[in-house]
């Protein structure tokens, strides 16, 4: 009999510089069909945690980015993902945030299990994201961010799909 995925509510950050560029964070995966994907820097929500916090948190951990000021919510998604034996059902808020100019440098995630997982991070452009063959979360990623590089936020956030 299967078992019904765990709820794990996360948070993402889609890191804006001042050359509209998207900072995004490249992830292997345990699949044959899709050996890596492109992520916004996020993760799950530890105990008693806010999305927001978790949001700063991760920035902090993942690329050592700190003192930032987060923008709204403008993104949802749900997926359902097995990692490590289980299954997940990930409910993910995405929050804005813009910032000057960072540079990752050889920063280490502090945590070591992503550590095994993360192969690598850049900045890309809308153009670059467009033009390329790899796979982003979410997928549709070149298509969400024009508004979001012309500073034009939703209302209320909206399900962006996988």
Not at 18 to 42: C, H, S, Y
Not at 43 to 70: D, H, K, N
Not at 130 to 135: I, K, L, Y
């Amino acid at each position: 009999m299967a078992t019904s995925p765990i709820p794990r509510p996360g948070a993402r950050v889609i890191l804006i510089d001042a050359a509209d560029r998207l900072l995004l964070i490249k992830f292997r995966l345990e699949n044959a069909e899709i050996d890596a994907v492109w992520v916004t820097p996020g993760g799950g929500l530890e105990s008693e945690e806010t999305a927001e916090q978790a949001a700063i948190r991760e920035l902090r951990e993942e690329v050592g980015l700190e003192g930032v000021t987060l923008g709204p919510c403008v993104w949802l998604r749900r997926h359902v993902l097995p990692w490590m034996g289980e299954v997940y059902e990930l409910r993910e808020r995405y929050f804005v945030c813009r910032i000057h100019a960072y540079e990752v440098g050889d920063h280490v995630n502090e945590d070591e299990l992503e550590r095994e997982w993360v192969t690598g991070h850049r900045w890309w452009s809308l153009s670059e994201i467009a033009a390329s063959n790899e796979v982003f979360v979410p997928r549709t990623l070149a298509d969400l961010l024009p508004p979001l590089l012309k500073g034009e936020y939703p209302d209320a956030p909206f399900e962006v799909g996988i």
